[in-house]
């Protein structure tokens, strides 16, 4: 398999983390966000949407999306679980998971401030409160949906949750997001981070890491 990947997306950190638990054997093919390759005949052949990560399965096919992407890996190779198999437990991990990937990232991604830099006139300043701003608003209800008792988000092994959790932290710590109301998601970053499938997949580990 072929991930065509950024080693600063959070996207694809996501999903370099699933194949990692997965055990599966890939090969990154970086693509590099900020010099516009993403934007090339060649690659948007590859993911019409102009982002990253693309999965190449190694016979052709392609996946985009990373939560797609992941869902079909939990689909094909059971185990380790990312998605547990209980209806009800299923869609609260959904939950947390989406409150990451669909409420703070998307208005958070390298295309939507490059939008409201050049057309809207945003400051660095204004950029920073912006990120921090929805960053916090995220974590805020990420920790506020999690149970008890458990070491990672919903059980004591790690699933989908986690790993958005964990490739989102890495923007937080970066932009300067103040962490301190948000002591449960640092203990479950910290606990994510000592597994080699985790710390493998983090953006200073990548080949195209600059």
Known sequence: M????????????????????????????PINLVAGEQKGPDYT??????GVPTLDLGDGTLLTQS??????????????RLLPTDPLQRARVQAA?????????????LRVMSYLKANEGLTADGQLDWFRHWMAEGFAAYQALLPKGTAFSFADSPDLADICLVAQLFNAHRWGVDMSPFPRLLEIEERALSLSAFNDARPENQPDAT
Do not use: F
């Not at 052949?45 to 102009?50: E, I, R, T």
């Not at 939560?67 to 380790?80: G, H, K, M, Q, W």
């Open 45 to 50: 052949a590859l993911n019409p949407g102009k």
């Open 67 to 80: 939560l797609a992407i992941i869902e079909y890996l939990d689909a094909t190779v059971p185990e380790p």
């Open 2 to 29: 072929k991930l065509y990947s950024y080693w600063r997306s959070t996207t694809s950190y996501r999903v370099r983390i699933a194949l990692n638990l997965k055990g599966l054997s890939y090969e990154i093919c």
């Open 97 to 109: 998971a989406q409150t990451i990937a669909m409420d703070i990232h998307p208005v958070n991604n």
